[in-house]
């Protein structure tokens, strides 16, 4: 029950249960700031939720991880987002989706990982007519 108790009263948890309480330039601002530095996913949803934009700050922690620089390329700048394209050009489903939804042709950057999957291979043959 203790935990629990400290859980609902920390920083973190009250950013994540209502981004829209933080008041701009407060103490609990700073603290959600640093720590949603901390991970590729907690960054991503601040720069969404809190900031509702890009968050130049995070965009080199956000760039590392495939997912979260899908997304962010995907919702926050809403196009290619070059430095994110060499985390999404190693996962095939990432890869895939980004040519899919952002470069919307061929990507052969994201080909070789691409390739490696079956079903992603076959998806991206299928729609921009190639032979991996």
Known sequence: MKLLKQLIESD???YHAK???LEHGSRREELN????LKSPRTAFNYARDVIKGRWPE??????????HAFLYATYIIGKRWLKGEKAISENSSWAYL???NIIKSRWPKGEKAISRDPVDKHKYEKEFGVKL
């Open 58 to 67: 995070a965009e080199d922690i956000i760039s590392k991880d495939p997912p």
């Open 19 to 21: 981004p829209e309480s």
């Open 98 to 100: 980004y040519a899919h």
């Open 12 to 14: 973190l948890f009250k």
């Open 33 to 36: 700031r640093k720590e949603a």
